[in-house]
C-alpha cells in the first residue's frame, strides 16, 4: 500500500489522520481504484488500533471515495461515465451559485491570491500539480462567499473527480483552454461581474464534464 507510515498512537484526532491521508491518497491516485484497504495494515503503518482506522474508511464510504463489495471489504471506489456527468451536473448547478454570492464579497486580498493561483496553474508543468492547483483557484475565489453548506457540496462533488480531471487535462491537452478560462473567470470576478463569473464557471464546468466524459471507458 502506497501511504506513508506515522505514529498517531498517542493523538486525539487519531481518526481525522488516517480520513486525511488515505483521503488524499486517493485523490492523488497513489491508491488507486479497486485497491483494498486492509484495516490491520493501515492499523500499523499509522501504529493505532483498529478503531480510528474503522471510522476514517466510513467517513469516506460516506463521501463515495470508499465503497464496500463483498468478500473484498472496503475498496478504493471507481467512478462511471454515468456517475461522472451526474456529478459535473451538480458541480455546475452549485458552483455558479457560490461565486454569484462570492463576488460582492471578494477583498482585494482574496482577488490577488486568486490571480497567483491561476497564474501558478497556467504555468506548472508538473501533471501531478494540476488538479490541487486547478482546486487551489477555484476555492480561493469561492471563500468569499459564506455559503457553507454550498461549499461543503461542492468540495465533497471535486473529491470524487479531482483524479480524473488531472488525467483529463493530461488526456485531452487541455490545460491551454482550462487556463484561458481561469482568467476570464477572474476578470470578471475583479470587475464585479457576478452574473458574468456565474456564467463562465459553468461553461468551465460543462466543458470539462463533456471533455472527460470522452476519456472515460465506457462499460
Not at 501511504?3 to 483521503?23: E, G, H, P, W, Y
Not at 463515495?64 to 463483498?70: A, C, D, E, I, N
Request: charged share 30%; hydrophobic share 40%; net charge negative.
Amino acid at each position: 500500500m502506497k501511504l506513508k507510515s506515522m505514529d498517531i498512537s498517542a493523538t486525539a484526532s487519531a481518526s481525522s489522520i488516517v480520513f486525511d491521508a488515505l483521503r488524499n491518497a486517493i485523490i492523488e491516485g497513489q491508491l488507486e481504484e479497486g485497491e483494498p484497504l486492509r484495516q490491520d495494515e493501515i492499523a500499523r503503518l499509522f501504529n493505532t488500533s483498529r478503531i480510528p482506522v474503522r471510522e476514517a474508511i466510513s467517513r469516506l464510504e460516506e463521501q463515495g471515495l470508499v465503497k464496500t463489495q463483498r468478500y473484498k471489504g472496503a475498496v478504493v471506489a471507481g467512478l462511471s461515465p454515468e456517475e461522472a456527468e451526474e456529478i459535473f451536473s451538480l458541480r455546475a448547478l452549485v458552483e455558479p451559485e457560490i461565486i454569484k454570492n462570492a463576488v460582492p464579497r471578494m477583498s482585494r486580498e482574496v482577488l490577488d491570491q486568486a490571480r497567483a493561483k491561476c497564474s501558478a496553474f497556467s504555468e506548472s508543468k508538473d501533471p501531478m500539480e494540476w488538479g490541487n492547483l486547478n482546486r487551489d483557484f477555484h476555492e480561493t475565489l469561492y471563500s468569499a462567499s459564506n455559503l457553507s453548506y454550498f461549499l461543503e457540496i461542492a468540495g465533497n462533488a471535486i473529491d470524487r473527480v479531482e483524479r480524473q480531471i488531472r488525467a483529463q487535462l493530461v488526456m485531452s491537452n487541455g490545460m491551454e483552454r482550462a487556463g484561458r478560462e481561469h482568467f476570464a473567470i477572474l476578470d470578471a470576478c475583479e470587475n464585479g461581474q457576478a452574473d458574468t463569473a456565474a456564467e463562465l464557471t459553468k461553461a468551465h464546468i460543462e466543458g470539462a464534464k463533456t471533455s472527460l466524459l470522452q476519456f472515460l471507458p465506457k462499460a
